[in-house]
């Protein structure tokens, strides 16, 4: 009887994890950006995604660049998976800003832009607004 509650259980969360994904992906060579489909649709994530080509984005990077969403109080939240411990490098962190500021500017409207600066479960250990 444990047995049986145990899996139920462990379906039960499976289950959940999965219905409430709305996260979606654009990949490019090795490296991809994430977006939740749920507040970005796709034309959108194509523009997104044209920004980053024209913008060398996707060059000599591995796995997910950024995470981007929209709240629903309108602010973009933009989560890049950089933290490694320690002290974001300068160079990093520049490239990291004007990136973002262009995303801002020519694709995103100029709406209010949250930049945090993640380890790769996404967790937050420093952002900013643009």
């Not at 970005?40 to 980053?52: M, R, T, V």
């Not at 990093?92 to 709406?111: A, H, P, R, Y």
């Amino acid at each position: 009887m444990n047995k049986v509650i145990f899996f139920a259980v462990i379906a039960f969360v499976v289950a959940a994890i999965y219905l409430n994904n709305n996260f979606n992906y654009i990949q490019h060579g090795d490296a991809k950006f994430v977006y939740d489909e749920s507040s970005i649709d796709n034309a959108l994530a194509q523009q997104i995604h044209q920004y980053l080509l024209n913008n060398n984005a996707y060059k000599d990077k591995t796995g997910e660049i950024f995470l981007l969403k929209k709240t629903p109080s309108d602010t973009w939240i933009i989560k890049y998976p950089v933290y490694q411990g320690g002290d974001i490098a300068p160079k990093l962190l520049k490239e990291i800003e004007t990136l973002s500021q262009g995303l801002k500017e020519q694709v995103l409207n100029n709406e209010t832009l949250e930049v945090h600066i993640t380890n790769v479960g996404y967790q937050s250990v420093q952002f900013f607004k643009i």
